[in-house]
């Protein structure tokens, strides 16, 4: 009877976690798509459709099957162990119909480089305007681990606004992947909302990493105020002399020293 009521409590223990997972809030997903993948539903209940790219353009790989993927749950871990990769630039057209505003979401994850430097990428939209730049993965997370970049923008009166930058829109979101001199592009999936930055699921914080970049933080907190607090400390007593400021005597020497060669020679000159 005691076992019996344990596993119960484990299996209500479980159920309420997989519960909260999916009700954790996100906005109207109007495009989403596993990148070299097959169509997949996420926790969240985000629908991705099989990679439309599929022998057409880049190239599929499912390499990063035979790693586990930090950061996500065992249940989207196929949404960053397939990616579309190209030797050239690559991109995927979103059509948006209505105005709004609305969020990017790219998911990466570096399966196959062990360090910073080896593969080097921009994001832009619509040719124009450059939302990840020079993104490196390894060195934003280490390899085997989920990262997401989270790109805000608006469609207003055939307006494009993103970034703070402004340009024409015809209906259709182009998102491409650059090519640069260090390595392929790559994406490993993302999808298009209708709403902010606050109806995207976060990541959850990387072991470690999230823990020294706090450390840092309270270490440059206790320096500044260490340096307010010597700003305020007055010296008790009155201030002690520097002995050096008023000393003239290093200047007098040379003239005390040209004064005793002048009066004798000018003595000898006389009584000639």
């Given at each position: 009877m005691k076992y019996l009521f344990h596993i119960i409590i484990t299996i209500v223990f479980i159920l309420g976690l997989n519960n909260l997972y999916i009700s954790d809030a996100i906005g109207e997903v109007i495009w989403a798509v596993n990148s070299g993948g097959e169509e997949h539903t996420d926790g969240f209940g985000v629908h991705y459709q099989s990679d439309p790219l599929q022998?057409?353009?880049?190239?599929?790989?499912?390499?990063g099957r035979m790693l586990h993927i930090a950061r996500t749950s065992p249940q989207d871990q196929l949404l960053y162990q397939t990616e579309r990769y190209d030797l050239d630039t690559f991109g995927y057209e979103v059509p948006i119909e209505e105005d709004g505003d609305y969020v990017l979401v790219l998911k990466f994850c570096e399966v196959y480089f062990t360090a910073s430097n080896q593969k080097v990428f921009d994001v832009v939209l619509n040719e124009q305007h450059?939302?990840?730049?020079?993104?490196?993965?390894?060195?934003?997370?280490?390899?085997?681990?989920?990262?997401?970049?989270?790109?805000?923008?608006?469609?207003?009166?055939?307006?494009?606004k993103?970034?703070?930058?402004?340009?024409?829109?015809?209906?259709?979101?182009?998102?491409?992947?650059?090519?640069?001199?260090?390595?392929?592009?790559?994406?490993?999936?993302?999808?298009?909302?209708?709403?902010?930055?606050?109806?995207?699921?976060?990541?959850?914080?990387?072991?470690?990493?999230d823990l020294d970049e706090e450390e840092e933080e309270e270490e440059e907190t206790e320096k500044e105020q260490r340096r307010e607090l010597n700003k305020k400390r007055k010296t008790s007593g009155p201030k002690t002399v520097d002995p050096y400021a008023s000393d003239d005597s290093s200047l007098m020497f040379p003239i005390l020293i040209a004064v005793g060669v002048f009066i004798p020679t000018l003595f000898c000159l006389c009584r000639l």
């Open positions: 022998g057409v353009q880049g190239i599929a790989s499912d390499y450059t939302v990840v730049p020079e993104l490196d993965i390894y060195d934003k997370v280490g390899r085997g681990t989920a990262h997401d970049e989270i790109v805000p923008f608006t469609i207003t009166r055939g307006k494009l993103v970034l703070g930058e402004v340009s024409t829109f015809s209906g259709t979101l182009l998102v491409e992947f650059i090519k640069g001199y260090r390595d392929n592009p790559k994406v490993n999936a993302l999808y298009v909302l209708k709403g902010s930055t606050d109806d995207v699921p976060k990541l959850p914080p990387i072991p470690g990493l």
